[in-house]
């Protein structure tokens, strides 16, 4: 089985090789074929405006670049076509949508970001607030003083006088001791 290399087509006009690089015969000038000239690509350089292949990537006459890549999905697409192959996205102004796209994305993940610190940071201030209300010293406990290195009890100053105590008494008249 021999292997054969190079193109296979010939020149519809003339019958000489097609190269598979352009659409028209080095040769004699015309189109090599209706669906080559169908799907032909124009070069974007003004100087050469030569008429490339469809699924080349540069014009084999100037190696000017055919075809673009979508910021947005990376994929290529001739460059006369004004949306990408792949996802449809427009190139006029592709660019600008997609910063774009890319702010509102930035603010979403910010704010995102912002309510969950903002629901912990309520939580610790409500709980700052719960702790602070419920740590009121309302006597009771030892103090120490330091002039003279001594504990002390704390000093009954409580309004007893409407304290009923077990012994039927009512309160401020009465001692502890045992008369």
């Not at 990376?74 to 460059?79: T, V």
């Not at 009121?136 to 009923?164: A, R």
């Not at 105590?165 to 502890?176: C, E, F, I």
């Amino acid at each position: 089985m021999s292997q054969t290399s190079g193109p296979t087509a010939n020149c519809a006009a003339c019958g000489a090789p097609d190269d598979g690089e352009l659409v028209h015969c080095r040769y004699c000038q015309q189109a090599v074929s209706a669906d080559a000239l169908a799907k032909a690509i124009p070069c974007p350089n003004p100087a050469c405006r030569a008429a490339c292949r469809w699924g080349k990537q540069k014009c084999a006459a100037c190696q000017a670049w055919i075809v673009v890549s979508c910021v947005f999905c990376g994929a290529i697409s001739p460059h006369n076509i004004s949306n990408c192959l792949q996802c449809n996205e427009a190139f006029a102004g592709a660019m600008q949508r997609k910063q774009a796209m890319q702010q509102q994305q930035q603010h979403q993940q910010q704010m995102q970001a912002v309510g969950t610190w903002g629901n912990v940071a309520a939580a610790f201030a409500g709980a700052a607030v719960g702790a602070s209300l419920g740590s009121h010293n309302y006597g009771g406990g030892y103090s120490y003083e330091s002039s003279s290195d001594n504990y002390s009890p704390p000093s009954d100053d409580y309004d007893t006088s409407n304290v009923i105590d077990d012994a039927g008494d009512s309160g401020g008249g009465g001692s502890w001791s045992d008369d």
